[in-house]
């Protein structure tokens, strides 16, 4: 069975807060996300990569425990994947502090949401992209939920999705498509109105390839 099907195949994760942050500490996965599209097409990859970073906000709702994971969807008129839901984030600048830093200054810029809103809880492994960037994962807590201020230039909408909805393999497909008689391959989840695919989809797949490793190697 291939790592994609052996994915698609495994159980859900329902983890708390706490659990996240210790998967994250004691587990510090510095090795690259797995995308498969890579394996399939490996002389697009063959790229001068430049660094990026985004911010996977998680919120816990006070009602009833539930966590939830701010996703935006990218303005139409974007020249990268316009219209695509996305974490908040963009490339790092020479002038930022820290890859850390570049993912909450992007949040900021996009969603109006300040350093201070959020307790970072650790981050993953680099997702290197067709489009020439790796992308360093930032997760963090949300701790207070402040009105949200969009940059209409870079942002559509946002969207609150279930973490337990997006660590649920049976929610992903893997899609493979051809361009130019060469194979791509991504994956792909759906919820409610909004499809979540291609880079996003892959770094959430990675999300949960971590946090099942700290689980396995915790049993």
């Known amino acids: 069975m291939s790592d994609i099907e052996q994915f698609l195949n495994a159980p859900p994760i329902d983890l708390s807060l ?5 998967a994250l500490d004691k587990t510090p996965y510095r090795q690259s996300i797995h995308n498969p599209d890579e394996e399939m097409f490996p002389q697009g990859y063959e790229l ?20 939830y994971v701010l996703l935006t969807q990218r303005a139409l008129h974007m020249r990268n994947h316009p219209g695509q839901i996305a974490f908040p ?12 830093y ?13 350093p201070d809103c959020f307790d970072l809880l ?19 807590e949300m701790t207070r939920r402040s ?9 559509k909408s946002v969207h609150w999705v279930p973490l337990r909805h997006l ?12 361009l130019d008689s060469i194979s791509r391959g991504y994956f792909e989840i759906y919820y409610q109105d909004i499809r979540i695919w291609g880079v996003t989809a892959g770094i959430l797949y990675g999300l949960y390839q971590t946090l099942s490793r700290h689980l396995a190697n915790t049993l």
């Open 18 to 22: 706490d659990d996240i942050r210790a």
């Open 48 to 67: 001068d990569y430049r660094s990026a970073a985004v911010l996977i906000p998680i919120w816990q709702a006070p009602e009833d425990g539930e966590l």
């Open 102 to 114: 570049t993912a909450l200054r992007e949040t900021l810029e996009e969603v109006g949401l300040a």
């Open 167 to 178: 660590l649920t393999p049976q929610n992903y497909a893997f899609k493979q498509r051809k």
């Open 89 to 100: 984030g963009g490339k790092h600048d020479p002038d930022d502090a820290s890859i850390q």
């Open 122 to 140: 650790g981050e993953l492994g680099e997702y290197c992209t067709l489009s020439g960037f790796c992308i360093k994962p930032i997760v963090a």
């Open 147 to 155: 009105e949200l201020s969009l940059c209409e230039e870079e942002v």
